[in-house]
């Protein structure tokens, strides 16, 4: 009686296993082999992008341009301008000869910048010394805590498009990941740098 409930239950088992090792053996027969495939490629520095339509984004990474200014770098992309006044400090963008509030929108880490700055002209007379007193929208930002600039051309979505007719200009500053590799602990970002006071 015990033999013939497990011949029961086993029997059905094998069946099905011995029917599906046959349906595998017949799958494995029609499988074709492919040639090696090589695939060849070539790593493209983001440096050298330049704008293809007219709202495209271009990228400029500061820290592998450590010893170009903030001038150089925004320079470099097409299109791209700044006029940093040397009494306030402030750096304004201009993208395609446009600049100012409602023209480009300039942002630090996601958040636009608005600030309008007037500076005196040093002591000299208004048209007499050649520099006169100046004001105009800017951003105030060290160069050394930056690590990339996106440019945007045209319309953006997001903070980026809002009131920005001719595009926007995101500086993203220092952030942890920039200093502490994957798996260390402690991470040092050193620069040295030296200068004068000369305007």
Do not use: W
């Not at 494995?28 to 984004?57: C, H, M, Q, R």
């Not at 001719?166 to 798996?183: M, P, R, W, Y």
């Not at 040295?192 to 305007?199: A, E, I, R, S, V």
Request: aromatic share 6%.
């Amino acid at each position: 009686m015990k033999f013939n409930i497990i011949t029961r239950i086993l029997f059905p088992v094998l069946c099905m296993g011995g029917s599906q090792t046959a349906l595998a053996e017949e799958k494995a027969k029609n499988i074709a082999e492919l040639d090696t495939v090589t695939v060849y490629g070539t790593v493209e520095n983001p440096n050298f992008e330049n704008f293809s339509k007219a709202g495209s984004v271009s990228s400029r990474a500061m820290n592998v341009n450590a010893m170009q200014s903030l001038d150089s770098i925004v320079r470099s992309v097409a299109g791209g301008y700044t006029q940093i006044d040397p009494g306030q400090g402030g750096v304004s963008v201009n993208i395609r000869n446009m600049s100012g509030l409602g023209r480009v929108n300039t942002l630090v880490d996601g958040v636009p910048q608005t600030q309008l700055g007037t500076s005196a002209n040093g002591g000299g007379k208004f048209h007499t010394d050649g520099n006169g007193p100046m004001s105009q929208f800017s951003t105030l930002i060290d160069q050394n805590f930056l690590t990339r600039v996106d440019i945007a051309k045209g319309y953006n979505n997001g903070a980026a498009g809002l009131n920005a007719l001719a595009g926007s200009a995101n500086f993203k500053t220092i952030d942890v990941e920039d200093i502490l590799l994957e798996q260390h602990k402690v991470g040092v970002l050193s620069r040295f740098n030296y200068g004068n006071n000369d305007l």
